[in-house]
Nanobody, 129 residues
Framework: QVQLVESGGGLVQPGGSLRLSCVAS????????MGWFRQDEEKEREFVAG????????NYADSVKGRFTISRDNAKNTVYLQMNSLKPEDTAVYYC??????????????????????WGQGTQVTVSS
């Protein structure tokens, strides 16, 4: 089992930036497929970004393409979500997720929540003036 701890959330003005961190323990992120999801009070949990460990493939929700970037630092066993040009509609609790599946996953599978078997507790991001 992988333990995931997110941090970096907070209050930011529209147009601002935040970087979320997800520190993993129990497994190395270099052998995990990683994803970021978000959920606000009125919507179901939705995919934000994903990264495959086997070939470095990444996938993004259309709503965040060009603004958000997922990356990983294997030395720190940490995955990041850099969020730029934030909008009020980005307000949500952001969750980090991990899959220890040893094989390749398709880009589409990166965007599906049941691909992942371990989840963090979430970090709140609020975009407001």
């Amino acid at each position: 089992q992988v333990q995931l701890v997110e941090s970096g959330g907070g209050l930011v003005q529209p147009g601002g930036s935040l970087r979320l961190s997800c520190v993993a323990s129990g497994r190395t992120v270099s052998r995990l497929h990683m994803g970021w999801f978000r959920q606000d009070e009125e919507k179901e949990r939705e995919f934000v970004a994903g990264s495959s460990w086997t070939d470095g493939t990444t996938n993004y929700a259309d709503s965040v393409k060009g603004r958000f970037t997922i990356s990983r630092d294997n030395a720190k066993n940490t995955v990041y979500l850099q969020m730029n040009s934030l909008k009020p509609e980005d307000t949500a609790v952001y969750y980090c997720a991990a899959s220890d599946f040893l094989g390749s996953v398709t880009t589409q599978r990166l965007g599906v929540s049941d691909t992942y078997n371990d989840w963090g507790q979430g970090t709140q991001v609020t975009v407001s003036s």
